[in-house]
Structure formats: C-alpha cells, structure tokens
C-alpha cells in the first residue's frame, strides 16, 4: 500500500506519526522455521537490508528507535539509529509471539508432529495457545497495543520508528484497520519494509504499508497464521 501525505492533527490533537519496521531476514526466515522469543540474529541478506532501510530513512525527522529485545530487531533497529542519530531503546513489549513447543520446529515439522495444535493455528482460534507458555492471539493482540500506544503516547507531534517482528506487525494492522484476530490474511509482513501509521488516544491510523521500494530484492514473507 502506498503512502498518503500525513495529517498531523486528528481529532483537536498532535497525532504521533509511526514507522514501523519488521526486522531483517534470518536463516530461520529462510527455512520456514519458527523463531518466537528465541534471539536468532539475522542473516548476512538482514545485515543489508538493515543498511538499507537505515539509509531510506536517513533523511527524516525520527525522534527516537524503539525496538523489540530481541537480537535480530535489536540489529535491525541498530542500523537506523545510527542512521538517524539517536539510541536504540530496548522494550520487551515488542517481542515476536510466544509460541511455545513450535518455537525452533519449521512448519513441516509442526504438522507432522501436532497436528490438532497445527490446525488450530491455521484456523486462527482467537483463545488457542502453542502448548507450553504460548501466546494466544487475543494476548498478542492485547500486548502490541498497549506496548504501541504507550510508545506512541512519549512523544506527540513527533515521529518515532518501532522494530518489531512479523506477528507484532500483523496484530498492528489489525488493530489500525479494525479488523479481528482470526481475519484471513491479505497483507504483506516482509522482512524490512516501512510502514506508516498515526496514533491519537482515540486509536490508530493506517498512513502507508509494506513499502520496499529501498530494498532491490523482494524480501521473504513467510506464509504463516501470524
């Protein structure tokens, strides 16, 4: 989706204007491989594409770089700090889903292993949770926006770029275009795209996703519930 202009006011206020940007590839992106909490780093194609949306980004007013803990956001977030010439700023709120026993498992292997747990993911049953400590996608949900409007809230008026990882990113859009946790996906999560968005306290708004014009390659977007 293309960018439109930004409004600045919404609503008789300073809206805060947000980049936010999944992390760049990993060998685990590659091989369909579920990552969850586990700290992957990226991939020498991630290391580039964090250069690369550094330098895209370069030229714009960023207030500060928040990021997920997590090594493979933290190095992409790493790469437009620098660039923007401001610290990384750590937060564990943004972390990828909990997803429990398939966090290590490629899909294939989840399938053949569980398959009741993996039909239940594919069909996106709101309250089901990976077995051992997973996340359901009511607590994504509830934990990405809490986490993003109470980044968004520090800084009014102002630009801030957010690094997060592929389901943090699908619970975002969901929540900025109303739609439920179990809506079919039609969007695109690929590794290091820009996305736009503008929050008030009355919610946020969609400006402009999945923008990877910066990058000369398509980036992977794995075919995955969340």
Do not use: C
């Not at 919404?10 to 990993?26: L, S």
């Not at 290590?104 to 993911?121: M, S």
């Not at 996608?137 to 109470?150: A, D, K, N, S």
């Amino acid at each position: 989706m293309p960018p439109r202009p930004f409004a600045f006011t919404m609503r008789g206020m300073e809206a805060t204007r947000i980049i936010a940007v999944r992390h760049g590839e990993t060998a685990w992106n590659v091989d369909s491989r579920i990552q969850g909490q586990l700290d992957i780093e990226l991939n020498e194609r991630g290391r580039w594409q964090a250069r690369r949306v550094g330098q895209a980004l370069a030229g714009e007013h960023i207030v500060a770089v928040y990021s997920s803990d997590l090594g493979r956001a933290h190095q992409t977030a790493s790469a437009i700090a620098e660039a923007a010439g401001v610290p990384v700023i750590s937060h564990v709120g943004l972390r990828e889903r909990h997803f429990g026993i398939f966090e290590g498992k490629t899909f294939d292997e989840i399938h053949r292993t569980w398959p009741d747990h993996a039909n239940d993911w594919r069909k996106r049953i709101p309250e089901w949770q990976p077995p051992e400590g997973g996340e359901s996608l009511i607590q994504l949900r509830e934990r990405v926006g809490r986490t993003f409007e109470e980044l968004a809230a520090r800084h009014p008026g102002a630009q801030i770029v957010v690094v997060a990882h592929g389901g943090v990113l699908d619970a975002l859009y969901r929540i900025a275009t109303r739609q439920e946790v179990n809506a079919p996906r039609t969007w695109e999560l690929p590794n290091a795209a820009i996305n736009r968005l503008l929050w008030t306290p009355q919610g946020f708004s969609l400006v402009g996703w999945s923008d990877t014009h910066h990058l000369d390659h398509a980036a992977i977007d794995e075919i995955s519930p969340s």
